[in-house]
């Protein structure tokens, strides 16, 4: 089973209905998650969220997520989510041009979560803040509005996506598929 912690984005619902095509999901409210349930889970998802933490103090956030850093099944944080992810890891969030649209998306490095996507495809962009590449995480795709699109821990399974892959159409539904299977590894 797959727990989606919703951080209060609208889209989490279809962050869900695509992972049930592929196994069960328990859609968990943030604050309403706890590391007592983590051992019933197969891996892990990080809803978007309509905040900017470039304008909130994001310690209580950091704090409630901070068993990321010692979690060993897959983990993957979608925008806010992969925001998260990285500053928990040490990197640096900023502002940027605000970008509401499909953007291309280069792949830098092969990786099962790019399985059947091409080099180049396109992803729907909802943010205006993106964070550096955090320490002990790889690079793995980037855009012309954005470097870190896709990055991957270099020795665990935890993923971060810039981009919302559950409102990007085919190519979106695939990558959500290809994490589903990095859980059965």
């Known amino acids: 089973m ?16 695509h992972l ?11 604050l309403d998650f706890s590391t007592e349930i983590l051992n019933q889970f197969t891996g892990v ?27 060993q099944k897959p983990i993957l944080g979608i925008c806010f989510g992969h925001q998260l992810i990285g500053l928990l890891h040490g990197a640096r969030i900023a502002k940027m041009k605000e970008d509401r649209d499909f953007q291309e998306i280069e792949v830098l490095k092969d990786d099962l ?35 870190n699109e896709v990055m991957k821990h270099r020795d665990k399974p935890i993923y971060g996506v810039q981009f919302h892959p559950e409102v990007s159409g085919n190519y979106g539904h695939m990558l959500l598929a290809n994490f589903t299977q990095l859980l059965n590894e």
């Not at 797959?2 to 209905?17: D, E, M």
């Not at 990080?46 to 209580?60: C, H, K, R």
């Not at 996507?117 to 690079?139: A, K, R, T």
Request: hydrophobic fraction near 40%.
């Open 2 to 17: 797959i727990a989606v912690i919703n951080c209060g984005s609208s889209k989490t619902p279809l962050i869900a209905q």
């Open 20 to 30: 049930e095509e592929y196994q069960d999901v328990q859609v968990i409210g943030l």
């Open 45 to 71: 998802v990080i809803s978007g969220a309509p905040i900017l933490l470039t304008e909130i103090d994001p310690a209580p956030y950091l704090q409630k997520l901070s068993w990321i850093k010692t979690y």
């Open 113 to 147: 979560i790019f399985d059947r996507l091409p080099d180049i495809f396109e992803m729907q962009e909802d943010h205006c803040e993106h964070i550096s590449l955090p320490h002990g995480f790889e690079l793995l795709a980037c855009s012309d509005a954005c470097i």
